[in-house]
């Protein structure tokens, strides 16, 4: 028994059976980030007011990276936009320029994921230093020039060091004012295009020490959580126009026309993948 409309359509929907299930698909996934969204905004609103680290309720701001993730949604676009040409490509039957499109799309999915891989290694090497006086601040630790991942308080006094140098956060025109609030303080630290000061924090007068890691601050909860789980689609859908990439020229030989439409379905997976970005990144980032 054969299965009817695999590779040409239904005539009342105009849908293949594939493209029927990818939209039902995409469906649930918009319901999954949906969640994830309405949480954050929830999360965001009714957070306390005044500034982070000051205000350990407060929520944090400026502590992203806004121009790497500006180069990341640049990424994305310019994969969509040749995810669409290697799909053209088939259509006029050229597979070759099918798969050059291709490529550029995986490495781009690549890429993406290297990036992201480095924006979180920075966060795990980023610290907020709370002190017996109230007071706290943001920024690395530079022990013997380097700076340690993943630290606690605990692990500082495990290695018997008595006084940490910290590299302080300084306000500057991506990171918002944390730490230290005086406007003279900012004035000059946009005049000299300083990021940091050095400050020796004794052990002594420290009252906790933590990364930015989820379990800090609800921010970074749902910010790795929602990242993390955009990047696992990105990788899935990377692997998946990689199969056909390498794998798939014995698949258009038999079947062209089916094989056409897997890349079709595949493309729609990527944009709505792409199209998850360009609502995470404005929210999480710049709000």
């Known amino acids: 028994m ?30 999954l980030f949906g969640a994830f969204f309405s949480s954050y905004i929830l999360l965001r609103v009714t957070s306390a007011t005044g500034f982070w680290p000051d205000v350990a309720s407060a929520w944090p701001h400026g502590l992203l990276n806004i121009p790497i993730g500006t180069f990341n949604t640049a990424v ?8 669409v040409m290697a799909w053209m490509a088939l259509r006029e039957g050229n597979y070759r320029k099918f798969r050059g499109f291709m490529l550029f799309t995986i490495a781009c999915a690549l890429g993406f994921l290297l990036i992201k891989t480095f924006e979180y290694r920075e966060k795990f090497g980023h610290y907020v230093i709370r002190l017996n006086d109230g007071s706290a601040v943001t920024g690395h630790l530079d022990v013997n020039g380097k700076s340690p991942l993943f630290w606690t308080l605990d692990t500082v006094k495990e ?46 007068e420290i009252e906790s020490l933590k990364a930015f890691i989820p379990s800090t601050h609800p921010f970074f909860a749902i910010y790795f959580t929602m990242t993390f789980l955009h990047g696992l689609h990105v990788l899935a859908g990377g692997l998946v126009l990689g199969y056909f990439t390498f794998f798939g020229a014995q698949f258009w030989k038999s079947n062209p026309e089916q094989f056409t439409n897997r890349i079709e379905v595949g493309g729609l997976f990527w944009h709505f993948v792409d199209l998850v970005w360009i609502f995470l990144f404005p929210v999480v980032y710049l709000l």
């Open 76 to 83: 994305l676009i310019s994969s969509s936009v040749t995810v």
């Open 2 to 31: 054969e299965i009817p409309y695999v590779v040409k359509p239904r005539p009342d929907t105009g849908l293949y059976n594939a493209k029927v299930g990818i939209w039902l698909f995409l469906a649930s996934e918009v319901m």
């Open 159 to 204: 290695k018997d060091i008595k006084e940490l140098r910290v590299l302080v956060d300084i306000p500057n025109k991506y990171r918002f004012p944390v730490g230290m609030q005086i406007p003279e303080l900012i004035h000059k630290a946009h005049a000299e295009a300083k990021h940091h000061e050095d400050r020796e924090i004794k052990v002594d």
